[in-house]
C-alpha cells in the first residue's frame, strides 16, 4: 500500500533559526514528489517538485532534498520567518502502468510554527 | 484574476440536502481535481478530469457526482449529505495530466459544515 508518512506531526521554533522536515514514502513506482505549503484557511501551494534524478531543488529560503534510495525526503527551512508558519505537506505520484491514473499518496503534514 | 477560483467559499446545510460546489480556473489548464480536507487537515484526492474527461475517481460514495461542463469548470454535487460530508473541499488544476510533474494550483477551498 502506498503511503506517505511526515515529521515531526509539529515543530515549533524561534523566529530565525533553521528547521528541517522529514518525509518518508512507500510509494511506487515513484514518478515525483512535491512538497507544499498549506497557510491556515488557504489551499496548499506549491514549493518544490522533484523527480527520480533529482536530488536537490531549492524555493529561496527553502530547499528540498530527495534520496529515491532510501525513499526520503527532507525540506529544509532557512532563516524561518513568522509567515513560513502553516502546514508542510508531502505528496509523493506514482505512475500506474498502462500510462492510466496519476496516483496521488498524500502526507499528513507537519505543523510548523514560528514563534517571535 | 484568480487563478483557481471556487464558490462558495463556505456552505451550511442540513442533512439529506443536495448542494453543489463550483470551481472555475482561468489559467487555461487542462487537467482538474477534487481535494476533500478533513477535520485532522489530510487531504485525499477525490476527482480529477482531463480535457472534460474522468480519469482520476478515488473510493468516494456515488452521492458525489463531479461535472466538467468545460475545461475550465470543474463543478461537485453532492446529493443527500451527511454529516460526515463536513469537510473543507479544494479545487484544484494543473497544466495537464500526462506530465505527472506538473505543479497544480489549489483554489482557497470551500468551507462545508453538515448539521
Known amino acids: 500500500k502506498n503511503q506517505v508518512e511526515q515529521s515531526p506531526q509539529s515543530l515549533i521554533i524561534l523566529e530565525g533559526k533553521n528547521c528541517t522536515l522529514q518525509c518518508n514514502y512507500t510509494v511506487s513506482p515513484f514518478s515525483n514528489l512535491r512538497w507544499y505549503k498549506q497557510d491556515t484557511g488557504r489551499g496548499p501551494v506549491s514549493l518544490t517538485i522533484m523527480t527520480f534524478s533529482e536530488n536537490t531543488k531549492s524555493n529561496g529560503r527553502y530547499t528540498a532534498t530527495l534520496d529515491a534510495d532510501t525513499k526520503q525526503s527532507s525540506l529544509h527551512i532557512t532563516a524561518s520567518q513568522l509567515s513560513d508558519s502553516a502546514s508542510y505537506i508531502c505528496v509523493v505520484s506514482a505512475i500506474y502502468s498502462g500510462g492510466g491514473a496519476d496516483g496521488l499518496t498524500f502526507g499528513k503534514g507537519t505543523h510548523l510554527i514560528i514563534q517571535p | 484574476d484568480t487563478a483557481v477560483s471556487q464558490t462558495p467559499k463556505y456552505l451550511v446545510t442540513q442533512m439529506g440536502n443536495d448542494k453543489s460546489i463550483k470551481c472555475e480556473q482561468n489559467?487555461?489548464?487542462?487537467?482538474m481535481y477534487w481535494y476533500k480536507q478533513d477535520s485532522k487537515k489530510f487531504l485525499k484526492i477525490m476527482f480529477s478530469y482531463n480535457n472534460k474527461e474522468l480519469i482520476i475517481n478515488e473510493t468516494v460514495p456515488n452521492r458525489f457526482s463531479p461535472k466538467s461542463p468545460d475545461k475550465a469548470h470543474l463543478n461537485l454535487h453532492i446529493n443527500s449529505l451527511e454529516l460526515g460530508d463536513s469537510a473543507v473541499y479544494f479545487c484544484?488544476?494543473?497544466?495537464?495530466?500526462?506530465?505527472?510533474?506538473?505543479?497544480?494550483?489549489f483554489g482557497p477551498g470551500t468551507r462545508l459544515l453538515v448539521l
Open positions: 484544484a488544476s494543473s497544466q495537464d495530466f500526462s506530465g505527472a510533474r506538473e505543479t497544480q494550483y
Open positions: 489559467l487555461g489548464h487542462d487537467t
